[in-house]
Structures are given as structure tokens and as C-alpha cells.
């Protein structure tokens, strides 16, 4: 095994998570806007999206890829400490998504909070939990990235509707045995590029809603080009400064989990950060764009597909609204 001389004080023990069984296609949506499957394909690498039915919130989607990770790290939802859930489409305004989950599995003797970094929050929240861990007598935490982005996305705006799509994903850190666990996180934001990727309605910026065309007030807006050249710059950026950071090389690396958005920022990143195309995990054509809960899902995926062994060392690189973006080596 690669010999690393950093010692993890918490480690990933658990992964779940949940995707609605509804799937909207490439060709579904050439029945709702101008666009084409090939296209899509070509642009994005997207194929399908799950989506989720009427009535179905956030904190389902959550509670189904908990209730995994808990049961394969055998931790019990009384054991937990924290529960911190990444989300820009929480159930309510308030209180967050987080209680909601809290309830849901009976976790009672946890503090549980709400994470806004749009796609960063899962990562963000990995982050935090490391230092929670390392400062502070917890045991148990459960860190979630869980949306419903179908609530948020212009239906009739062919340049973003063809990108995202609903899920959850879901880990459970524990107490490190001093070999396996979280290396090194690394994160990150820039707000003077915050109007690059943002819905504008729900907040206090806008408190009558009539001042704002719909279409732009509650529904994502992107400048797909702009983002597009941040998020690779910034998720390399990330990618390399955390494996200098830990000590390892970009050879070192077993498997690259990036960010689901767009395969050609996946290459890109992957091209630019040296790791070969086997070692990058690709789920985005089955679920699309899933904001915070892209690498949870994709993560999850990657172990129980069995793409991730035993002493395997892990990176994960994300890019979102914000901008935020960030970075982590895991060993497994
Ligand atoms: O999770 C946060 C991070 N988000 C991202 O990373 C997303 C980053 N951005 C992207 O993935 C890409 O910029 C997009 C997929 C959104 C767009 O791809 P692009 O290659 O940057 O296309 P574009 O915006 O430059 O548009 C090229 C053309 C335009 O037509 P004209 O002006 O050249 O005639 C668009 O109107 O493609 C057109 N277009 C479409 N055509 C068919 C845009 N969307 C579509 C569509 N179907 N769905």
C-alpha cells in the first residue's frame, strides 16, 4: 500500500444514496424545447435525468441514501452527532432540510444544519466534518448533498433544462483507525462572480416578486460559457493543490470523482490534473447535473460498483454557484 504520512483523524464508513425512478430522457425534452438528443449528448454527455414525482421533497431523497449509509457503516441514527445537508432546494425556506432529515431517521441526539454552496455543499461539508472530528469529542457524522433541482429549472429555457436533474447521496464519517480516511480537503469561493450562476427569487433582494420577470426570478440562471471556463480552471486548481498538499502525485491517484456537469469540463480537469481516462468515474449521462449531490451519488456508485478497493486513494474535485469550488483525497 502507498505509503502517505498523513494520519486521518476520520474516515468515510458508509455511502448511500437515492435516485427517483422517474427518468426524463434526451428525447423527452425534444418534445418541450428546440434541442435535439445529439446535441445534449455531444455538448454535455448528459442522456437521462431522474426526476422526481409531485409531492416528493427533499428530505425523502435524503432519508432513502442515509438510511444506506448508516446501515453499511452500522451506525445507529441515535449515534449520530451532526447531520449537515448541502442543498439549494431544501424543503422550506425554514427550518433546514437538515432538522427535516433528523426526523425522518429518528436521529435524536444529533445537531443537524443546512449547507448553501450550491454543487460545493456535500464537499463543503465533508471539509467540516474533518475539522469537527479533529477538534471536538464526535463520533459519528452524517454528511448529505440532496436536491430537487426539477423545482428550480425553466422548463422552457432550452440552455439550462437539458442540464439537471433530482437525487441524494449520502456519507457517514467516523473516527479514523489511523490509516484509512480523509487526507486533505481543500475549499474555496469567489462571490464577485456570485450573478454568473444564481436564482435571484426567494430571498430578501427581491421582496416583491412582480419586479422581476419570472424566468429570471425562481428559476436557475447560468452563464453557461462563463462557468463552463471557472469551473476548469478552478476545479484543476483544486485538484492539484490538495495532492501537493497531501503529499501524493497525480499517479498516485486510484480514482478521480469529479463533479457531474458537463464531460467535457470532466476531461478537461482530468486532462489537465494528468489522471487517464479509466481512473475517472462517469455516472453524469444517467442523472445530468445533481448540484450537491452529484459526488455523494457518483461516490456511492463508484464503491458499489466495485471501482473503489481497499486502500484506494480517492480525489474528488467540485465547482458551483457562489463561485465556490473545492477538493478531497480519501483513502479507502
Ligand atoms: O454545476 C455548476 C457548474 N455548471 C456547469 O459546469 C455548466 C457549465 N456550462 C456548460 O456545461 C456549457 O456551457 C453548456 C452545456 C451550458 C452550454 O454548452 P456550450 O458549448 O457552452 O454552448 P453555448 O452556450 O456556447 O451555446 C452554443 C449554441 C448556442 O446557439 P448559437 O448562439 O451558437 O446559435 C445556443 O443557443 O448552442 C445553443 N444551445 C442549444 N442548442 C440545442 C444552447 N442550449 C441548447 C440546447 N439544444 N439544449
Given at each position: 500500500?502507498?505509503?502517505?504520512?498523513?494520519?486521518?483523524?476520520?474516515?468515510?464508513?458508509?455511502?448511500?444514496?437515492?435516485?427517483?425512478?422517474?427518468?426524463?430522457?434526451?428525447?423527452?425534452?425534444?418534445?418541450m424545447?428546440?434541442?435535439?438528443?445529439?446535441?445534449?449528448?455531444?455538448?454535455?454527455?448528459?442522456?437521462?435525468?431522474?426526476?422526481?414525482?409531485?409531492?416528493?421533497?427533499?428530505?425523502?431523497?435524503?432519508?432513502?441514501?442515509?438510511?444506506?449509509?448508516?446501515?453499511?457503516?452500522?451506525?445507529?441514527?441515535?449515534?449520530l452527532?451532526?447531520?449537515?445537508?448541502?442543498?439549494?432546494?431544501?424543503?422550506?425556506?425554514?427550518?433546514?432540510?437538515?432538522?427535516?432529515?433528523?426526523?425522518?431517521?429518528?436521529?435524536?441526539?444529533?445537531?443537524?444544519?443546512?449547507?448553501?454552496?450550491?454543487?460545493?455543499?456535500?464537499?463543503?461539508?465533508?471539509?467540516?466534518?474533518?475539522?469537527?472530528?479533529?477538534?471536538?469529542?464526535?463520533?459519528?457524522?452524517?454528511?448529505?448533498?440532496?436536491?430537487?433541482?426539477?423545482?428550480?429549472?425553466?422548463?422552457?429555457?432550452?440552455?439550462?433544462?437539458?442540464?439537471?436533474?433530482?437525487?441524494?447521496?449520502?456519507?457517514?464519517?467516523?473516527?479514523?483507525?489511523?490509516?484509512?480516511?480523509?487526507?486533505?480537503?481543500?475549499?474555496?469561493?469567489?462571490g464577485?462572480?456570485?450573478?454568473?450562476?444564481t436564482?435571484?427569487?426567494?430571498?430578501?433582494?427581491?421582496?416583491?416578486?412582480?419586479?422581476?420577470?419570472?424566468?429570471?426570478?425562481?428559476?436557475?440562471?447560468?452563464?453557461?460559457?462563463?462557468?463552463?471556463?471557472?469551473?476548469?480552471?478552478?476545479?484543476?486548481?483544486?485538484?492539484?493543490?490538495i495532492?501537493?498538499?497531501?503529499?501524493?502525485?497525480?499517479?498516485?491517484?486510484?480514482?478521480?470523482?469529479?463533479?457531474?456537469?458537463?464531460?467535457?469540463i470532466?476531461?478537461?480537469?482530468?486532462?489537465?490534473?494528468?489522471?487517464?481516462?479509466?481512473?475517472v468515474?462517469?455516472?453524469?449521462?444517467?442523472y445530468?447535473?445533481?448540484?450537491?449531490?452529484?459526488?455523494?451519488?457518483?461516490?456511492?456508485e463508484?464503491?458499489?460498483?466495485?471501482?473503489?478497493?481497499?486502500?484506494?486513494?480517492?480525489?474528488?474535485?467540485?465547482?458551483?454557484?457562489?463561485?465556490?469550488?473545492?477538493?478531497?483525497?480519501?483513502?479507502?
Amino acid at each position: 500500500m502507498l505509503e502517505v504520512n498523513i494520519k486521518p483523524v476520520s474516515m468515510i464508513a458508509g455511502t448511500g444514496s437515492y435516485l427517483p425512478s422517474r427518468v426524463l430522457s434526451n428525447f423527452d425534452l425534444e418534445k418541450m424545447v428546440n434541442t435535439s438528443d445529439e446535441w445534449i449528448k455531444v455538448r454535455t454527455g448528459i442522456e437521462y435525468r431522474a426526476i422526481v414525482e409531485d409531492g416528493v421533497i427533499t428530505s425523502d431523497l435524503c432519508k432513502e441514501a442515509s438510511l444506506e449509509a448508516l446501515d453499511e457503516a452500522k451506525v445507529l441514527p441515535e449515534e449520530l452527532d451532526i447531520i449537515v445537508v448541502g442543498t439549494i432546494t431544501g424543503d422550506v425556506k425554514f427550518p433546514s432540510t437538515a432538522c427535516y432529515v433528523q426526523k425522518k431517521i429518528g436521529a435524536k441526539n444529533a445537531v443537524a444544519f443546512d449547507l448553501g454552496a450550491a454543487c460545493c455543499g456535500f464537499l463543503y461539508g465533508i471539509s467540516i466534518a474533518d475539522h469537527m472530528m479533529k477538534s471536538t469529542r464526535y463520533k459519528n457524522i452524517l454528511v448529505l448533498g440532496g436536491e430537487i433541482l426539477s423545482s428550480i429549472t425553466n422548463w422552457k429555457d432550452r440552455n439550462t433544462c437539458v442540464l439537471f436533474g433530482d437525487g441524494a447521496g449520502a456519507c457517514v464519517i467516523k473516527r479514523s483507525d489511523g490509516k484509512k480516511g480523509i487526507l486533505g480537503t481543500y475549499i474555496k469561493s469567489d462571490g464577485t462572480l456570485s450573478e454568473l450562476l444564481t436564482m435571484p427569487g426567494g430571498g430578501t433582494k427581491y421582496p416583491d416578486p412582480s419586479s422581476v420577470p419570472d424566468e429570471k426570478m425562481n428559476f436557475i440562471n447560468m452563464e453557461g460559457r462563463e462557468v463552463f471556463k471557472h469551473a476548469v480552471i478552478n476545479m484543476t486548481e483544486a485538484g492539484k493543490l490538495i495532492l501537493k498538499e497531501v503529499g501524493l502525485k497525480s499517479s498516485d491517484v486510484d480514482i478521480l470523482i469529479p463533479h457531474q456537469a458537463n464531460m467535457r469540463i470532466i476531461e478537461a480537469v482530468a486532462k489537465k490534473i494528468d489522471i487517464p481516462k479509466e481512473r475517472v468515474f462517469i455516472n453524469l449521462n444517467k442523472y445530468g447535473n445533481t448540484s450537491a449531490a452529484s459526488i455523494p451519488i457518483a461516490l456511492n456508485e463508484a464503491r458499489k460498483e466495485g471501482r473503489i478497493k481497499e486502500g484506494d486513494i480517492c480525489l474528488m474535485v467540485v465547482f458551483g454557484g457562489g463561485f465556490t469550488w473545492g477538493s478531497a483525497v480519501v483513502r479507502f
